[in-house]
């Protein structure tokens, strides 16, 4: 894990959990389209810059409608399954630069973003406190 990622763990676990499982889901569906966004955006230039942000996209979006949660479709999941996966996804975002080998060049910069938005999210997300749909 990047040692900017640790600082917002490290930040985010002195702060309260504040977030809803509505307002956690309306964050999965945005940074799902934000990837996909630029994917489409990416395809000329860098090709496997925009294949990595079609899976991070297509993943975090599979996470979000398979979750038992408001906005969630099939529910699949449950809520804290949810929260180990949307880990996961952080550190892949985060790590896709350098496994699609693109991690010298800009594109790279919006994966760390996303990573760090994603990490940001889920520790200020109270996933213990919720009851299923």
Known sequence: ???????????????????????????????????????????RRNRRAAVGSLLCGG???????????????????DYKTHARVDAGLAVLAGAAPRLLGFS????AGFFNVEALAQSVAASLTDFDHYEPL
């Open 104 to 107: 010298g060049e800009p594109e």
């Open 1 to 43: 894990m990047p040692f900017w990622q640790s600082g917002v763990h490290f930040a985010a676990r002195r702060i309260p959990a504040r977030i809803g499982p509505a307002t956690h889901a309306a964050l999965d569906y945005a940074v799902a389209g934000s990837f996909l966004f630029m994917a489409a955006r990416m395809w």
């Open 59 to 77: 993943i975090v979006a599979a996470n979000a409608l398979l979750t038992d949660y408001p906005g969630g479709v099939f529910n699949v999941i």
